[in-house]
């Protein structure tokens, strides 16, 4: 179920990585907290395997507000379900409506 979530940059752990067994490539995964703002906030983990989303991440002071888009899925192991929000791309969030007060527009003359 892919979906977006815009909320403030709250807390990033340390990456951590390895080899994977199958194919024998390097892997990095990073965990971060997103925390939404509204009538009842809530934080969110995130995690990551992107090295794009991870340098973003790693670059960007908390409390930043950021627009993640993200895909949340289950998986059983053992007869226990577990649910995991994984950021694929993440943007620092801007409001779609900005006002420039002290620009003004050229008048433009037709003949």
């Given at each position: 179920?892919?979906?977006e979530?815009?909320?403030k940059?709250?807390?990033?752990?340390?990456?951590?990585?390895?080899?994977?067994?199958s194919?024998?490539?390097?892997w990095?995964?990073?965990?971060?907290?997103?925390?939404?703002?509204?009538?009842?906030p809530?934080?969110?983990?995130?995690?990551?395997?992107?090295d794009q989303?991870i340098?973003?991440?790693?670059?960007?002071?908390?409390?930043?507000?950021?627009?993640?888009?993200?895909?949340?899925?289950?998986?059983?192991?053992?007869g226990?379900?577990f649910?995991?929000?994984?950021?694929f791309?993440?943007?620092?969030?801007?409001?779609?409506?900005?006002?420039?007060?002290?620009?003004t527009?050229p008048?433009?003359?037709?003949?």
């Amino acid at each position: 179920m892919k979906m977006e979530v815009i909320g403030k940059l709250s807390q990033k752990f340390e990456p951590t990585g390895g080899i994977s067994n199958s194919t024998g490539k390097n892997w990095r995964k990073m965990e971060f907290l997103i925390e939404k703002k509204g009538k009842f906030p809530s934080v969110l983990m995130l995690s990551t395997f992107s090295d794009q989303v991870i340098n973003f991440i790693e670059d960007t002071k908390i409390g930043t507000e950021l627009s993640c888009a993200i895909d949340v899925s289950s998986r059983e192991w053992t007869g226990r379900y577990f649910t995991e929000a994984r950021c694929f791309k993440v943007e620092t969030h801007r409001n779609e409506t900005v006002s420039y007060p002290h620009l003004t527009l050229p008048t433009i003359y037709s003949v």
